[in-house]
């Protein structure tokens, strides 16, 4: 067996962070990118766990605590605009949410 290297945690991120930013830039569902934006957030999360990993140190879990922090309080407004957008729009679909702007 070998042993867990920063390119371990780095492949992952990467991967994750590639599903999310795909999720993004294709799906049509306001929900669905606000759950890719959050797949991205922990994508980042465990690029910093993972270097903390290579370096001994617990600065890398203190960016994530602090990361998690921001995406909760996040998660918290966004799901507010979210509602507020399906009860007057009758839906989630991101190009209904653009005629808002018209």
């Known amino acids: ?7 371990h945690f780095l492949v992952l991120s990467a991967a994750l962070f590639i599903i999310g930013m795909m999720g993004v830039l294709t799906r049509r569902n306001v929900l669905v990118i606000f759950m890719c934006v959050e797949l991205m957030f922990n994508a980042v999360n465990v690029s910093f766990i993972g270097f903390a990993w290579e370096q001994n140190s617990l600065v890398g879990q203190t960016f994530a605590l602090f990361i998690i922090a921001v995406a909760a309080a996040e998660a918290v407004v966004g799901l507010g605009i ?13 190009d209904k949410v653009r005629e808002l702007r018209e």
Not at 1 to 7: D, Q, V
Not at 82 to 94: E, G, K, N, P, Y
């Open 1 to 7: 067996m070998s042993e867990l290297t920063a390119n």
């Open 82 to 94: 979210i509602m507020a957008l399906s009860r007057r729009l009758d839906t989630v679909d991101i």
